[in-house]
């Protein structure tokens, strides 16, 4: 497993989600994907990758990319929210978000159902900067953290953390691509079978 660097990267799910999240009962931050490669986020070589909905912001999806230092840091995805009426609608909606990290400015195609939302989002939350090839070991949770947000917290405090962000939602047909993907596979495929797990 891998992410960023001159193929890019390309995250895929279907995604329903019955209500906004709740003043109690359930975490303000909920985790859909989050990988990481065992480094803090102090050092030269920390890779991140996470997606979540923020209480207060459920028209918009908050995504994380880093490379070190530089990407992007609880980025807006579409960059001025208006999804409402999918995320916490209580029906099904495909999200594709496709990473573009081969030059120095990176940026993020969003699409909703194959079609393209959102294109050229740059990062606005953090160092921007070329995002280089994540690798290492990388281990990933789908629907909570695999680690704490900060890498440089106390390791037996931040180990704990593992888990917290709990998802409050349906999630299925997770798809990670280690290449960026275009708006014709996206379109195309978004709905259907690729290559394997279909009948022929």
């Not at 991140?48 to 980025?75: A, H, N, P, Y």
């Not at 704490?148 to 106390?154: E, F, I, L, M, N």
Request: charged share 15%.
């Amino acid at each position: 497993l891998e992410f960023g660097g001159p193929s890019g990267s390309t995250v895929e799910f279907f995604f329903r989600k019955n209500a906004g999240i709740p003043s109690s009962g359930q975490s303000e931050k909920q985790v859909i994907f989050d990988a990481w490669n065992n480094n803090l986020s102090s050092s030269h070589d920390y890779g991140r990758l996470r997606i979540e909905l923020f209480s207060g912001s459920e028209d918009r999806f908050k995504v994380t990319m880093m490379s070190g230092t530089t990407g992007f840091f609880s980025q807006s995805v579409p960059t001025t929210g208006g999804l409402s009426d999918y995320l916490v609608s209580g029906s099904w909606h495909n999200y594709s978000f496709v990473f573009n990290t081969v030059d120095t400015v990176p940026y993020i195609d969003f699409y909703v159902d194959g079609a393209c939302v959102e294109t050229n989002i740059t990062a606005s939350g953090h160092q921007a900067g070329l995002i280089g090839t994540v690798t290492g070991s990388l281990i990933s949770n789908i629907g909570a953290l695999r680690y704490a947000v900060s890498g440089t917290k106390d390791s037996s405090e931040a180990a704990a953390m593992l888990g917290y962000g709990q998802l409050s939602a349906s999630v299925d047909e997770f798809r990670f691509w280690k290449t960026a993907r275009n708006a014709e596979k996206v379109g195309q495929y978004w709905f259907t079978e690729v290559y394997g797990g279909s009948n022929n």
